[in-house]
């Protein structure tokens, strides 16, 4: 037993050090979205191709000629000769504050996009963008929509509504909650409570602050247990240099205490975390993605906001006027947004725990619903539904949180094409006419985000030479974890048990003495 804690231990140092590392900046993403690592560097598989990843979400109209494509690499502009050039200029530089989540044109033909960071007005003239400042918000923007001169921003957890006109220079915002009605009931996703569970979020930024810290334990545990075999090396080599030996002893006694002191009181959060780790991935996210919970008191879960992180994109239906929010929780109309009145829940197709990307309305009835669940034609009416991409067959339920269609973002290119962007092959033309313009090679290996990166890291997607075993990879670093901790609770107990034979050995014979 012994033996296998050891060997295991020494296994797993280096992926503990990647873990808890990359756990931390995941824990940060504001304090670390000015940091970009180049694509240069990683494995292939994470270099652009066809301008897949995001790239490109989706796109709005500029002028007859020209169309503002927008996604992860930020705005960009095409023409009808298939150039397309970076349209960047005044958009913060960095990977992550890049990106894009929508751009739209107000009544007054002013355009506005929206990144997770800041929202932007587009200066025709000059082809730049300029920031729009907002109240200051924790959350993540992730939406922007309008209604006449109405412009609403929509962040994980409010609303934010500002009125826009030709003169004004300066837009003034301010921050609603979205108030259910007395007879709504909410429940939590079960992956969102895992989520928030394992890294700490649960408990804001406090809870965050302490699995950061138990996190780097965890690696202090994992560095001392490498120092401690490192040193009975050492010592077993040069057992006649005792004056050589004195400091290293005294390491290894520091090491040691220490490395069994924190072990034992860290056993349970180390187990919690892990297990939680574990869950979050496949083959265990079956049986958690499409579970809720009711709010756990003593948590952010019971938050006076009853929407609280689980805002995730709004639209204006201009034929039915009224609001349609989607959230972690399903989608819900609401007839007045700032009163809201009338809340109903509403019937959609599968729409992957890993967001929503497409929403789009298409007639008074009908809206395009895309996500790595696939693309589907969405009746809000009669909340039916049907595969838009397999010849109007009725839509089929997913158990994995994806499908073969990962549809990542969807453009109605000048009226002609609809470019169909899936999340790892990149662009299609839905109607096989012609292909979408060729990316060039320069832009492959454009920067990512070290939070990106992070989460690659920490999910265990970052070994994808291992294809679909990839997938696996957390499972199988889970389990083993865990393993290691079963070991140290028996290792613990077993030498408690030794010291309690020694003490009743002593007793015996004193007492026979």
């Known amino acids: 037993m012994r033996n296998i804690h050891k060997y295991l231990g020494l296994f797993l140092f280096p992926i503990i050090f990647l873990l808890v590392c990359s756990g931390i900046v995941l824990n940060h993403r504001k304090q670390f979205s000015k940091f970009d690592v180049s694509r240069s560097i990683l494995p292939d598989s994470y270099k652009y191709s066809n301008w897949n990843y995001g790239f490109f979400k989706n796109g709005l109209p ?16 095409s023409n009808r000769d298939s150039v397309i050039s970076e349209c960047n200029q005044g958009i913060d530089p960095n990977a992550d504050q890049r990106k894009i989540h929508r751009i739209i044109r107000t009544s007054n033909n002013q355009i506005f996009a929206i990144s997770s960071y800041h929202l932007y007005r587009f200066k025709m003239g000059e082809m730049q963008w300029a920031k729009v400042d907002l109240p200051e918000s924790e959350d993540l923007f992730i939406d922007i929509e309008s209604k006449a001169d109405t412009l609403v921003i929509l962040s994980r957890s409010n609303y934010y509504v500002g009125l826009v006109n030709d003169q004004q220079q300066k837009l003034s915002f301010t921050v609603h909650d979205l108030h259910p009605t007395t007879k709504y009931e909410r429940q939590h996703s079960l992956f969102k409570f895992i989520w928030d569970l394992h890294s700490g979020s649960l408990w804001g930024i406090t809870g965050r602050i302490v699995i950061d810290i138990i996190g780097l334990l965890f690696l202090f545990i994992s560095f001392s247990g490498f120092m401690i075999w490192l040193y009975k090396k050492t010592i077993k080599r040069n057992k006649s240099n005792n004056r050589s030996l004195k400091d290293v002893r005294k390491r290894f006694a520091w090491y040691y205490k220490y490395h069994d002191k924190w072990g034992y009181w860290l056993l349970i959060p180390f187990m919690i ?39 995730r994109a709004i639209r204006y239906d201009k034929y039915n006027n009224s609001w349609l929010i989607y959230t972690s929780d399903g989608m819900y109309e609401f007839k007045n947004l700032w009163t809201s009145e009338r809340i109903s829940r509403l019937n959609t197709p599968p729409i992957s725990v890993m967001g929503l990307n497409v929403m789009e309305q298409i007639n008074e ?42 549809v990542s973002g969807l453009v109605f290119y000048n009226n002609e094409q609809t470019i169909l962007f899936d999340y790892n ?35 265990g997607r970052i070994v994808t030479f291992l294809g679909i075993m990839t997938l696996l990879i957390p499972c199988i670093l889970g389990i083993t974890i865990i393993i290691i901790i079963i070991i140290l609770i028996s290792g613990w107990k077993i030498s408690k048990l030794k010291c309690f034979i020694r003490s009743a050995t002593s007793y015996i014979k004193k007492v026979y003495k």
Request: negative net charge; glycine residues 6%; hydrophobic residues 35%.
């Open 62 to 77: 500029l002028d007859s000629n020209r169309i503002l494509l927008y996604g992860t690499e930020g705005v960009w502009i």
């Open 425 to 459: 092959n990149g662009a299609s033309t839905i109607e096989s006419k012609n292909g979408f313009i060729k990316m060039p090679d320069k832009y492959k290996t454009r920067p990512m985000s070290l939070w990106n990166l992070s989460l690659e890291i920490h999910t």
């Open 365 to 406: 009835d009908e809206w395009i619903i895309g996500s790595f669940s696939g693309l589907y034609i969405w009746n809000k009416t009669f909340e039916t539904y049907y595969d838009a991409l397999n010849n109007n067959i009725e839509a089929q339920s997913y158990g994995l949180p994806f499908s073969n269609n990962q």
């Open 273 to 311: 975390i892990t297990i939680s780790g574990t869950s979050l991935r496949p083959p265990f996210l079956l049986f958690v993605a499409n579970s809720s919970i009711a709010p756990i008191p003593g948590t952010n879960m019971e938050s006076e906001n009853k929407w609280k992180d689980l805002l």
